[in-house]
């Protein structure tokens, strides 16, 4: 009789039964010399930035998948609570899922306090979260909003650690961003003043690397007031054809009538027939 | 390992901090080695995890108890953990026949697990499994009769 298993214990969450068969399934497909398809990445740059009224988050809109570009135009600015928003660099799936699920939690506990959730709950769940799964959950997180005790922002690292400054970059285009924060950043900025700086890190990272690219998103968060702005500059606009097979508008059509010409024809040389003498 | 009616063991024995002896059950289906999908046994397959979550994953939930109930007690004294702990037995005898999901409704309500998810909400949903434990094996193994 074959053995039962009886003792199944009914568990959700990760399954890690492929584990072993991936494994093996990948040093056979290297021995061949193909190798296993890998994750959307969104190699991306992501910044945030303190102002004198609140926060500005911005991101690129590329999305990779090796070497080809996945996704023209994807929103990296995702949604935590109406007060918070959360910029994800990393595995596109990872980033999507993860905040997903904060923002499910911090609407139940808000409901649950009866107050408006606070950037530092988010920023702790999120923690908590990435350091349970040992950094094998790939997202770089920028998280920013604004409470009852003013505006802030935390970037959060895949392993689980998090920063609080007033200004941040993650992703692959982060070190140019970077540059030109530490260039030109200033304490209590102006809100256009800021916008137009983060504005110019995003470019230095869709023009100085190729994990970045397209359009430039902005997310102004205010006491009481986001604005969204999806996109705020077109960088990187797709090329216009020069030529074109198709008739304009307005062009008038008509049917056209061919006539052929007759040429006469001219004999350039002629065979003389020989006279034929009959011998009787 | 379902949690047993007549266990008296505290927190500490629960744990699996290893991976059960090589050569015993296989994994595949019938008892024997599944080639295709786990290749060959050897005995390093067998005894190392599959991958290095599967330990810390399958304890989460007994080793955050456990933090929690230590903490407790350094705060509140030995009674706070104890009754604490006389809930949870209470709450998880109610339960539906062993091969039937049960809602835990009352073990959530206590942990607070109601009003939070997780991945172990969203992916692999017990309430959704496409495989059931037999019956009667259950019904057997659970009283003792097995």
């Known amino acids: 009789m074959a053995t039962l298993t009886v003792n199944r214990a009914a568990l959700g969450g990760f399954s890690f039964e492929n584990c072993k068969r991936n494994a093996l399934l990948e040093g056979e497909a290297n021995k061949v010399g193909c190798s296993l398809p890998s994750a959307r990445k969104t190699g991306t740059t992501i910044c945030g930035v303190v102002f004198k009224d609140g926060v500005i988050l911005g991101a690129d809109t590329r999305a990779t998948e090796g070497m080809v570009v996945a996704d023209k135009n994807c929103s990296k600015i995702h949604y935590i609570s109406p007060n918070i928003y959360c910029c994800g660099a990393g595995t596109a799936a990872d980033t999507e899922m993860t905040t997903q699920i904060i923002s499910s939690n911090l609407e139940l506990h808000s409901l649950s306090t009866g107050r408006l959730p606070r950037v530092a709950t988010a920023n702790r769940m999120l923690k908590q979260m990435l350091f349970r799964y040992q950094g094998y959950i790939g997202a770089a997180l920028v998280l920013g909003g604004v409470d009852c005790n003013g505006p802030h922002l935390y970037s959060i690292y895949p392993h689980g650690s998090t920063d609080k400054l007033p200004y941040v970059t993650m992703g692959s285009g982060s070190l140019a961003a970077m540059a030109v924060f530490e260039d030109r950043y200033k304490p209590d900025m102006e809100e256009e003043a800021a916008k137009q700086l983060v504005r110019d890190a995003i470019a230095a990272g869709i023009f100085n690397d190729l994990g970045s690219g397209s359009n430039i998103d902005l997310c102004v968060i205010t006491k009481g007031k986001v604005d969204y702005l999806r996109p705020h500059d077109e960088a990187n606009k797709k090329g216009v054809r020069t030529g074109d097979y198709k008739y304009k508008r307005g062009t008038t059509g008509y049917s056209l009538l061919i006539t052929h010409r007759r040429h006469d024809v001219f004999i350039s040389s002629m065979e003389m027939m020989s006279e034929v003498t009959c011998v009787l | ?146």
């Open chain 2, 1 to 146: 390992m379902l949690l047993n009616l007549l266990d008296t063991r505290g927190l500490r024995s629960q744990l699996k901090d290893s991976v059960p002896v090589a050569g015993l059950c296989p994994h595949g289906a019938y008892g024997v080695q599944d080639s295709l999908r786990s290749g060959f046994s050897s005995v390093k397959n067998e005894l190392l995890p599959s991958h290095s979550l599967e330990l810390s994953e399958k304890n989460f939930q007994l080793n955050k108890d456990k933090m929690n109930f230590s903490t407790l007690r350094n705060i509140q004294g030995l009674h706070a953990p104890l009754k604490l702990q006389m809930e949870y037995r209470a709450a998880r005898q109610i339960q539906r026949l062993p091969f039937l999901q049960s809602s835990n409704l009352a073990l959530d309500t206590l942990r607070g697990s109601d009003e939070a998810i997780g991945f172990d909400d969203i992916l692999n949903d017990p309430a959704q499994s496409e495989m059931m434990g037999e019956p009667h094996m259950m019904v057997e193994y659970k009283l003792g009769m097995l």
